[in-house]
């Protein structure tokens, strides 16, 4: 990829690519169950990998597609016709031809699907269409003869249109010899049943801190100084925890909070400054992530009222300002209804290209509202 090709999108900007990393932390459980299955000899056709974003799914479906690329299957049997030893770990070497061969993309048993180049608009796809679903049949076509096994990862199965789902049930229903279909997917619910009926669940959680410290330093990220801020507000995600790092979100929080302190009176340039922080061309990914700070601190102050207790600290004054907004569970209501407001009107503001510094003030009004009743 050259140095001005925009990143792939199964690719977190600033961090590199699954195929890249070798290493899975915090999924032990995830990496056994797919083990178990392929040590037992019932290895299923389809498998949905799950989870939040950010946790380490794409990287599992490249280990999986190294293992089985790399490992034989038992009924081949050895020089003298002893089955090999079971494996025990997904770790294949950085220098087995398999692993050279994926790093560059050209081992012919892996087929990879994501979101492409619009040959229309010259731009990245928002969808992944039935065209890039359908190219798997040139693919199976053309790897059937080494009679070897065959990979596909789709990566992520939430992005297909109604066209592509269908495309890829038909080969769900009708799966090639050999073949393993690893689908990623953030939100599950929203594929067809009849997808999710034909694939095994691979549950992927979010990782506790020491776990997230080592994937961080693994991904050559320095999280600095705020370590415990980032993961507490990452949420165990290592994807999040880059997002926020790259669109410098600890210092957005700081101002949610900020301006949440001074409530009800309202900091108006405190607020002025911040939705101007957001306004402008180029600033949609920093607006996005603003709004989703809001969301994030709106529930974690909820919680700490429904709860009674404060959560660890990610900004200065957060703690005293959850006690102060959020004294009683009646309050934490109250602030749960906010939430779901906010959110509802920032989809809508976003969904009709409303201004971005109206959109940030008329939800400050709306956090104003809830601290002064």
């Known amino acids: 990829m050259s140095a001005d090709a925009p990143t792939p999108p199964d690719q977190i900007d600033g961090a590199p690519h699954p195929r890249e990393t070798l290493v899975l932390q915090g999924q032990h459980n995830a990496e056994s169950v797919f083990l178990e299955a392929f040590n037992s000899g019932r290895l299923h056709h389809g498998w949905l ?39 025990e770990t997904l770790d294949i070497p950085v ?23 619009s040959e229309t608009t010259g731009r990245m796809s928002t969808m992944i269409t039935a065209g890039n679903v359908r190219g798997l049949n040139q693919f199976l076509h053309l790897s059937a003869a080494d009679g070897g096994r065959r990979v596909v990862i789709l990566d992520c199965a ?33 594929l067809l049943p009849t997808i999710r009926s034909r694939c095994r669940v691979l549950k992927l959680t979010s990782l506790p801190p020491e776990d997230m410290a080592a994937a961080l330093e693994q991904a050559g990220i320095d999280p600095g100084e705020n370590s415990a801020a980032l993961t507490e507000l990452a949420e165990g995600s290592v994807g999040e925890a880059v997002r926020l790092i790259n669109l410098d979100g600890l210092s957005l929080y700081a101002e949610i909070v900020a301006i949440a302190a001074s409530l009800p009176t309202l900091d108006r340039p405190r ?21 989703s700070l809001v969301d994030l601190f709106l529930s974690r102050l909820a919680r700490s009222g429904a709860t009674r207790t404060i959560p660890t600290q990610a900004a200065p004054k957060e703690a005293e300002t959850f006690a102060r907004l959020a004294p009683t569970p009646h309050k934490a209501r109250d602030w749960a209804d906010c939430a779901q ?16 510094a109206a959109l940030v003030l008329d939800t400050v009004f709306r956090i104003q509202k809830t601290a002064s009743t």
């Open 158 to 190: 939430d992005e297909m249109n109604v066209q592509a789902a269908n495309a890829l049930l038909k080969m769900l229903e009708e799966p090639p010899a050999r073949t393993t279909l690893l689908l990623i997917a953030h939100q599950p619910a929203g």
């Open 49 to 87: 990998l799950t989870g939040p974003k950010g946790v380490g799914k794409a990287t599992l479906a490249w280990r999986i597609a190294r293992f089985l690329l790399a490992t034989p299957p038992a009924e081949d049997g050895g020089l003298f016709g002893d089955a090999p030893p079971q494996p």
């Open 271 to 291: 607020a002025l400054k911040l939705a101007d922080q957001v306004a402008g061309r180029g600033n949609a990914d920093r607006l996005d992530l603003l709004i």
């Open 95 to 117: 220098d087995h031809p398999v692993s050279r061969r994926i790093l560059a993309g050209a081992d012919p048993g892996l087929h990879h699907i994501t979101r492409t180049v």
């Open 341 to 356: 407001e906010i959110g509802a009107r920032a989809r809508h503001g976003r969904a009709v290209n409303l201004d971005p």
